[in-house]
């Protein structure tokens, strides 16, 4: 994961997950729990390299659930859902963001440590921008 | 079985031996005592240049070591000190009686000077005022309201000056320095100066011309004692004041045992700091046992003891530490003394192995006799039982006062406490008397059994014992520096008595700077630190 400093854009290597929400009765679910936010303590998260970073992160996947076969791992940091960004958002406001009712799928972008190391590995450097 | 050794004639043996030291340097063997009480095995003396006898100076206490270059030695180690102390009692009687003599004549020097300054200081103002009466009484002009007020006010304030000189100055001197007391010689000139100056002007210009205004006259004497109670203000602070604020922080060592205690001070001269520093040592440290000093003395024999120099190469240096022109002896002694350093460093040692089992044992000897004494104590005192008022009058039967009470139970208790005393080496500091007074002043005030233990069962301040154990009240201050000078960061003085010495060193009290800083209380704010958890 890329530190954050203020004023410059954030990049990352991210992938695209697409997540088809399960009907349980009257709740559509994804099947995975997240943890983080901007008003949330940022030293207690035990998935980010930087003890500062303030990002909806994954924290636990459902096994056999929606998340889990689309991909999604624990410690997966949640970049964007569905076009609105996850970086700067209050823990309410991405549970929000994620559980709309008049969705079916939600598309994620997530980033995560061994995305950045595969392509430093495969290109030989990182692109820097 | 001995061998002489060829070059310095001294002869050496071995002992009792367990193990030999006959065959050089190296003796493993030797430190296994079979007994446990390893005072009893005998040392060599080791013929090393500065030919001291082997356990040191001639203040030795309680030990009598012999050393014998000449054949067989033993070298007996006995714990009893009576004997050694009434020695040293006579010593110390003798260097009082010496010294007394001439610290007296002294103190009776300066108590004289003094007296007779004072008896100056207080007649003077009385003199200037009678004596225009006395000399010239027809010219002189009556005494007005004024001036008789004056009067008033010179009996006052000469009364408030004797009382307050009383205060400071005639005080039971409370030791006898060494040097002079500078800022006291220094006040008792300037008096002097000034009470000479007051009579020189006094007699120039007003008994030569014989001047008739009584008034100014009485004036000038209101004056004189007005600047003596400044003078006195002065003594105050230079004597009493100055040194009250802590400057310094001294640190006291008892060079036989290591005590240490720290002690602020203010600016003081380096005697007067001493004399400081003894009044507390007398409360604080715990009183001087030459019996607890033994047992490291007997080890340090035992060190030396092992090694011996032999040399083979032929040369017979004929007494080391004869003329100090025979250089060639000398280089060849040190070499000596080199070598059998390295060898002792060498050498694999057993003895740290002993003392830890000496000191194992020791100690549950020690905690052995201490429960039995705390037994039979506690089963002394419910022996005695308080009388009420009531029960006085009715039955006047065996009834003992606290001082019969005390000699009633003291037998029950009596061998417990000195075994007791015995294994702690403090059986010279209590006797049998001593013990019974204070068994009856704990009596007397109700004391618990353990109450009236405290006191034997670890070493007090030498002020709890009798006087006897105070004789050191002869002490010389050793010191680089004027005694009569400051006391400055990094000074060192050795204060000493017969028996041991005290060595001070001083280090100044920093500087400190303390800036503020200011809290609002209104900014004492926190938050919950938030970690939630959604599934989504």
New interface residues.
């Given amino acids: 994961m890329s530190t954050y400093t203020p004023g410059q854009p954030v990049t990352a290597v991210v992938q695209r997950i697409e997540i088809h929400k399960l009907r349980q009765g009257d709740n559509l ?2 099947g ?4 983080g936010g901007i ?3 940022p ?2 998260n035990p998935f980010s390299g930087d003890k500062t970073d303030k990002g909806i992160y994954v ?2 996947i459902t096994p056999g659930g929606p998340a889990h076969e689309a991909g999604l791992r624990m410690g997966d940091k949640i970049m964007q859902v569905n076009g609105w960004d996850m970086t700067m958002v209050t ?1 309410d406001q991405a ?1 929000k963001t ?2 709309k009712k008049n969705e079916d799928t939600v598309r994620l972008l997530v980033t995560r440590k061994s995305l950045e190391d595969a392509v430093k590995n495969s290109m030989g450097s990182y692109p820097r921008q | 079985m001995d061998t002489e050794s060829t070059y310095s004639g001294y002869s050496y043996y071995s002992g009792r031996s367990r193990g030999s030291h006959r065959h050089g340097e190296r003796s493993r063997d030797r430190h296994k005592p079979r007994s446990k009480d390893s005072r009893s095995e005998k040392s060599v003396t080791i013929n090393t240049p500065p030919a001291e006898p082997l356990l040191g100076d001639s203040v030795v206490r309680g030990e009598q070591v012999q050393d014998d270059n000449w054949g067989e030695t033993t070298t007996a180690v006995t714990g009893t000190s009576e004997h050694s102390l009434s020695q040293e009692d006579i010593v110390r009687i003798t260097k009082d009686l010496e010294d007394s003599v001439g610290l007296d004549c002294r103190r009776y020097f300066t108590l004289t000077l003094a007296v007779i300054l004072g008896l100056l200081v207080f007649l003077t103002p009385l003199a200037f005022l009678l004596l225009p009466h006395l000399l010239w009484p027809e010219k002189l002009q009556s005494c007005g309201t004024a001036c008789e007020g004056l009067f008033i006010s010179v009996a006052f304030k000469l009364l408030i000056l004797l009382l307050a000189v009383w205060a400071l100055f005639f005080r039971p001197p409370r030791a006898g320095l060494p040097r002079v007391f500078v800022f006291r010689a220094l006040l008792a000139v300037l008096v002097l100066l000034f009470v000479v100056s007051y009579w020189l002007f006094y007699g120039v210009r007003i008994l030569d011309s014989q001047d008739e205004n009584y008034q100014g006259i009485v004036q000038y004497a209101v004056s004189l004692v007005d600047a003596l109670l400044f003078i006195h203000y002065l003594a105050i602070v230079l004597l009493e004041l100055r040194q009250l604020q802590p400057c310094f922080s001294v640190c006291v060592t008892r060079s036989t045992d290591g005590e240490m205690r720290h002690y602020n001070l203010g600016q003081l001269s380096i005697q007067r700091a001493a004399l400081a520093i003894l009044e507390h040592y007398y409360c604080d440290f715990p009183v001087h046992n030459p019996a607890l000093l033994s047992a490291s003395k007997s080890r340090a024999a035992k060190h030396l003891a092992g090694l011996k120099v032999y040399n083979v190469d032929g040369e017979f240096p004929a007494a080391p530490a004869e003329g100090p022109g025979n250089n060639a002896a000398a280089g060849l002694a040190h070499s000596q003394s080199r070598a059998m350093i390295a060898a002792a460093a060498r050498r694999r040692d057993t003895s740290h192995n002993e003392l830890y089992y000496e000191e194992a044992e020791h100690e549950r000897r020690v905690r052995k006799r201490k429960a039995r004494l705390v037994v039979a104590v506690e089963e002394a005192f419910t022996h005695i039982k308080r009388m009420q008022e009531e029960e006085q009058k009715k039955a006047p039967g065996d009834v003992m006062d606290p001082r019969e009470a005390a000699q009633a139970i003291f037998p029950s208790m009596a061998r417990a406490l000195q075994k007791y005393l015995r294994t702690t080496k403090q059986q010279h500091c209590h006797s049998m008397e001593s013990i019974q007074q204070h068994l009856a002043f704990c009596i007397t005030n109700n004391m618990t059994p353990k109450a009236f233990l405290e006191s034997y069962l670890a070493p007090g301040p030498t002020l709890q014992y009798s006087r006897d154990h105070w004789l050191a009240r002869q002490w010389t201050l050793i010191s680089e520096a004027s005694v009569t000078s400051g006391l400055k960061d990094g000074s060192i003085f050795v204060l000493k008595c017969a028996d041991f010495s005290l060595v001070v060193t001083t280090k100044k009290i920093p500087y400190i700077q303390m800036s503020e800083e200011y809290i609002d209380p209104k900014s004492h704010k926190f938050v919950l ?8």
């Fill in positions: 679910i994804l995975f729990s997240i943890g008003d949330q303590d030293g207690q924290t636990r823990h549970r994620l559980t | 630190r938030l970690q939630s958890e959604t599934s989504v």
